[in-house]
């Protein structure tokens, strides 16, 4: 009976922190649209983009100033709290928009709103809102369901890199891309304008980065992406409104973007630069399409923020903008706006040339840059045959961790033959087969071309993969809006057959299907993201729940200021990003505080450290203190981390126990262990 009244006291403690965690949740996404749309609508407002395009672009806006202004404090030795940092670019921003004001005031006195700049289109919020309302019911079905909490987070490499240099952000005050670590060092330059927004939105749901991290994707996922994708297909299938509103089925429809990305890697800050690319090339197409040169300088310098905000959230967001900007800006060259056929002669032609070869030129270019070459050496190895590569590209599963979606491919394919018959889209087809061409290379082959083509995506096929799925989007809603036309015009009532065909397209997208193909077993694509993204973000994978309340309580145990040594394959690699316990490693593998000799003396003699000198030294030298087991060796059931574990290079540390002299013994719960190490407290105490 104790027992029972015992448990049954936990699950209300953890009902109501988990009530509490929601609140919190739901604080950090008001508070990131907030600090998306706020300053960077101001700055649109000040470039005099209509309101519709100042809200959607506004992210873009906001990512480059919260990062220029991390840059700028951190140059100038100011370290500052995150809502100081908050306020600034809101200050900023507000300045930006008076001056910009004033300058008008000044320069056209009697002059009204330049025509058709401030107009609202009551049509384009409509659309917004039919976008915004789909990806919010895909958000929830396919994530916030799937997860086990507002605290969950998924047990990824990549992940606790992420969460570690965030919480740096947090611990110290200074939110510079330049200077990104996750140890107590100057750093170095990492694109982390996503990371400065996620500390912010951490900051204020209570420092807690799990929370805010999950707040940011979900606003990524609701907001910024179905608003950025709604203003590209209003200005870009401008006269073809079936497509435009089919296009509210695809943005969260394919399993490789933005899906992918949050089961593979975690690659967060890819999936933000890429969202923001439809609405950096409505700028550009803006830019173009600009009357009068001052206008086009203004929109230039929009689009500059824009480009530099992609930039600064992962830089191969660069080279996906650049080659969707080639192929419309070719597509211009034959096609104005509102122009059914094309005009060809030999200038236009020679102009097209010119601009395909600058553009090869250019990326052969920054291939061979020194600066570039950490990325563009990368190593993935073949690992499908030309054939299975061709079915995994075709069926829109491109990697184990997707599913196949074989509605997407016949959409897609009448979305190719729609965009033959009316060329002025065949442009969308032309992206499509060059970033399926790079996959099925990227995934098929190794050397040199492979290297060229997808190394500035670190020669990664899920990510010209998930490239393929980002251009096929429009594809799948030209080939939905033709069909769901020539339905509409089969039936008496004109949404009938439209709304046939989406329950169709919604039973093939989640049809349960499961097929064992040699050692493999494929499922359709969104119902195997929710298994993997229920997997992932487990509290019963790698890092439990009941090893994350062991953390906890040796939170309470330590001296804040001292180093733990921890073996950070049975979870504690996630420690510090979670609950910002000092650990001595914060990466599945060998990278710690320490590089070098120190790292590897360590790693590998820290258990004798009762009789070994050299690492007597070497702890109270880097200040270790602690240790701390989250899965002891020789005791079953241990939770472990598989990826980069070889155990000769962690028996310093693994090799510890209740036996081990040199250690004393200050928590234990299970198969958990927290000691000190003695010879660390002798020279404390000295």
């Not at 073809?240 to 943005?251: E, I, T, Y």
């Not at 049809?511 to 359709?524: A, E, H, I, Q």
Request: glycine share 8%; hydrophobic share 50%; charged share 15%.
């Amino acid at each position: 009976m104790p027992l029972s009244n015992g448990y049954n006291v936990r699950n209300r403690l953890m009902a109501i922190r988990g009530f509490d965690m929601w609140g919190s949740l739901i604080f950090g996404v008001l508070a990131c649209l907030a600090l998306l749309y706020v300053p960077g609508y101001l700055l649109g407002r000040a470039a005099r983009l209509q309101n519709f395009k100042a809200v959607v672009l506004a992210p873009a806006f906001s990512l480059f100033a919260m990062a220029a202004l991390g840059i700028v404090f951190y140059q100038v030795g100011f370290s500052c709290s995150c809502a100081v940092l908050a306020g600034a670019m809101l200050v900023l921003c507000l300045l930006v928009r008076a001056v910009a004001s004033g300058v008008r005031k000044i320069r056209r006195p009697a002059a009204g709103r330049l025509a058709g700049l401030a107009a609202d289109d009551a049509q384009a919020w409509k659309l917004a809102a039919l976008y915004v309302g789909v990806s919010l019911v895909l958000t929830v079905v396919l994530f916030l369901l799937q997860i086990d909490g507002p605290e969950s987070f998924a047990r990824n490499d990549d992940t606790a890199v992420h969460m570690s240099f965030i919480r740096h952000f947090l611990d110290t005050g200074f939110y510079s891309s330049l200077h990104v670590a996750s140890y107590d060092n100057s750093g170095q330059f990492y694109p982390a304008a996503w990371h400065v927004l996620a500390a912010l939105v951490s900051s204020l749901a209570g420092d807690n980065v799990m929370v805010g991290v999950n707040a940011t994707v979900i606003v990524f996922l609701v907001f910024v992406f179905p608003l950025n994708c709604a203003l590209f297909f209003r200005e870009f299938l401008a006269e073809n409104r079936p497509a435009q509103l089919a296009g509210s089925l695809f943005v969260l429809g394919f399993c490789a973007f933005p899906w992918g990305f949050l089961v593979f890697g975690q690659l967060f800050a890819n999936m933000v630069s890429w969202m923001l690319i439809p609405g950096a090339l409505v700028l550009l197409r803006d830019i173009v399409e600009a009357s009068d040169a001052r206008r086009r300088v203004v929109l230039g310098l929009m689009f500059l923020l824009a480009l530099c905000a992609i930039a600064l959230s992962q830089p191969n967001g660069v080279f996906v903008l650049g080659i969707a900007g080639v192929l419309w800006g070719v597509s211009r060259m034959f096609y104005a706006p509102g122009q059914r056929y094309a005009i060809v002669g030999r200038s236009r032609v020679l102009a097209a040339v010119a601009l395909v070869a600058g553009a090869c030129a250019v990326w052969g270019l920054l291939f061979l840059a020194p600066p570039l070459q950490s990325v563009t050496s990368q190593q993935w190895a073949a690992e499908l045959s030309v054939p299975e590569a061709l079915a995994a590209g075709f069926s829109f599963m491109f990697s184990s961790r997707g599913g196949v979606q074989p509605g997407l491919s016949v959409l897609v394919l009448l979305g190719i033959v729609y965009s033959v018959r009316n060329r002025r889209y065949l442009w969308f087809a032309i992206a499509f087969a060059l970033a399926m061409t790079m996959y099925l290379v990227d995934v098929s082959t190794d050397g040199v071309v492979k290297q060229v083509i997808s190394g500035f995506f670190y020669n990664d096929y899920r990510r010209t993969g998930a490239m393929a799925a980002l251009f096929a989007l429009p594809l799948a809603a030209l080939g939905f809006g033709w069909i769901a036309q020539a339905a509409a015009n089969w039936t008496s009532r004109s949404w009938v057959g439209p709304g046939i065909l989406v329950v169709a397209l919604c039973a093939v997208q989640f049809f349960p299907l499961s097929l064992d193909y040699g050692s493999r077993t494929v499922k359709t694509g969104l119902v195997e993201i929710c298994s993997q993204i229920q997997t992932r973000y487990s509290w019963d994978d790698k890092y439990t729940g009941e090893e994350r309340a062991f953390v906890q309580k040796v939170m309470d145990a330590i001296d804040d200021d001292a180093y733990v040594a921890n073996f950070p394959f049975d979870g504690s690699v996630w420690a510090y990003g979670t609950d910002n316990l000092k650990t001595f490693t914060r990466r599945a593998g060998n990278t710690s505080a320490a590089d070098g000799e120190t790292n590897k003396l360590i790693r590998t003699h820290l258990a004798d450290v009762a009789t070994n000198e050299k690492v007597q030294k070497a702890v109270r030298a880097r200040n270790i203190r602690y240790v701390l087991l989250l899965d002891l060796a020789g005791t079953s059931d241990r939770t472990l981390v598989e990826f980069r574990y070889d155990e000769k290079n962690w028996r310093g540390v693994e090799g510890i126990n209740d036996e081990t002299p040199g250690f004393t013994l200050l928590l234990s719960e299970g198969d958990m262990r927290l000691y000190e190490i003695d010879a660390a407290k002798e020279a404390g105490g000295e």
